[in-house]
C-alpha cells in the first residue's frame, strides 16, 4: 500500500517517520496509553523513526511527494523484520515514558537509510532511542509510577512491515501523509 495525503503540498507542522504496529499489538499499546495518558491513546501505535531522537524532525517547508518518493526508496531496501517490547524506561528528566526494544538494528539501520536520502532533518541533541511512547503529557501520579513500573510489558513478537510519514497539527491529533510498505 503506497498512499499519499496531499492536503498539503509542503511540510507546515512538526512531522515524523515512523513503523506502524500492527494489531493486535496496536491495541494492546492503545489500551496502556488509554490507562496512562489519554490524550495520547488518540494516536496511532508507532515506534519512531525520525523525528524524536538520533534523527530529529523533518526541515518543514519540503515537498511531501518528494519525501514519499525518498520513504519509497528506503522502503524498497527493507523487508519486513519482528519486533518484541523489552521493558518501560522514561528518558532522562522527562515525564517521558516508553517501551524499548528486544534489539534496535534493524531500527538503526531504516533511520540511518532515512537520514542518506534528500530529505532535511532538524538537528536533535538526543541518541536514537528506537522505542514506542506510552506516556507524555503529564507528571505520573505516585500510584501510576508503581503501576507502571510494576506492569507486564507486552512482550508477544510483531512484525514490522509498514513506514508512515504523520504530521502533527497539535498535541492531540495526527494527520497520515504517506505510507508504504516494506519491499515494494
Do not use: W
Amino acid at each position: 500500500m503506497n498512499e499519499i495525503n496531499t492536503h498539503s503540498n509542503t511540510i507546515c507542522h512538526p512531522s515524523y517517520i515512523v513503523l506502524n504496529i500492527p494489531s493486535p499489538m496496536a491495541e494492546v499499546i492503545q489500551s496502556l496509553r488509554a490507562k496512562y495518558d489519554v490524550r495520547r491513546a488518540s494516536l496511532p501505535a508507532e515506534i519512531t523513526l525520525t523525528g524524536s531522537s538520533g534523527t530529529g524532525l523533518i526541515e518543514p517547508g519540503q515537498d511531501i511527494e518528494m519525501i514519499a518518493a525518498e520513504m519509497n526508496r528506503v522502503a524498497k531496501t527493507l523487508q519486513p523484520f519482528t519486533a518484541q517490547f523489552s521493558k518501560l524506561e522514561r528518558f532522562p528528566n522527562t515525564d517521558i515514558y516508553f517501551l524499548t526494544l528486544n534489539d534496535d538494528t534493524m531500527f538503526n539501520h531504516a533511520r540511518l537509510a532515512l537520514e542518506n536520502t534528500a530529505i532535511r532533518f532538524q538537528p536533535t541533541p538526543y541518541p536514537y532511542t528506537a522505542h514506542c511512547t506510552l506516556k507524555l503529557r503529564s507528571e505520573p501520579t505516585d500510584a501510576e509510577l508503581l503501576e507502571m513500573f510494576f506492569m507486564d510489558v507486552p512482550k508477544t513478537p510483531f512484525q514490522l512491515s509498514q513506514m508512515s510519514l504523520y504530521s502533527l497539527p497539535d498535541t492531540e491529533s495526527c494527520e497520515l501523509l504517506h505510507t508504504v510498505e516494506f519491499g515494494r
